[in-house]
Nanobody, 117 residues
Framework: QVQLVESGGGLVQPGGSLRLSCAAS????????MRWYRQAPGKERELVAAIRSADGSTNYADSVKGRFTISRDNAKNTVYLKMNGLKPKETAVYYC??????????WGQGTQVTVAS
C-alpha cells in the first residue's frame, strides 16, 4: 500500500522556521522525484520545491528561493522541506508528491502550516 505521510506543520510566527517531513512507503522511493506543493485557502495548488531521484538536483519556486531547502534521505524513505523566514501569506496546506518517470503519481494528505503572530 502506497503511503506518503507528511508531518511537521503547525503554527509559527512570521520570520520563523519549520521543517516538514514526508515519510514514504509502499514503493521504491529512490526511483521517484519528490516535490512539495502548497495550497492556500481559495487558491490553486502551487509547486514549492522539487528534488530529482537521479542526482538529487533541486528546483524552487522563485518566491521561496534562498529561504526553503528540499532534501531527501533515501535510506529513510523521507523527503524534507526546511522553511526559513516564513511569511503570513505562506499559510497553506503543504503536500508531498512522488513522481516516477513512467508516470506514477502519489500524494500525501497534507500538513497545515500557519504563519501568524
Amino acid at each position: 500500500q502506497v503511503q506518503l505521510v507528511e508531518s511537521g506543520g503547525g503554527l509559527v510566527q512570521p520570520g520563523g522556521s519549520l521543517r516538514l517531513s514526508c515519510a514514504a512507503s509502499g514503493f521504491t522511493f529512490s526511483d521517484y522525484a519528490m516535490r512539495w506543493y502548497r495550497q492556500a485557502p481559495g487558491k490553486e495548488r502551487e509547486l514549492v520545491a522539487a528534488i530529482r531521484s537521479a542526482d538529487g538536483s533541486t528546483n524552487y519556486a522563485d518566491s521561496v528561493k534562498g529561504r526553503f531547502t528540499i532534501s531527501r534521505d533515501n535510506a529513510k524513505n523521507t523527503v524534507y522541506l526546511k522553511m526559513n523566514g516564513l511569511k503570513p501569506k505562506e499559510t497553506a496546506v503543504y503536500y508531498c508528491n512522488a513522481r516516477h518517470p513512467m508516470g506514477y503519481r502519489y500524494w500525501g494528505q497534507g500538513t497545515q502550516v500557519t504563519v501568524a503572530s
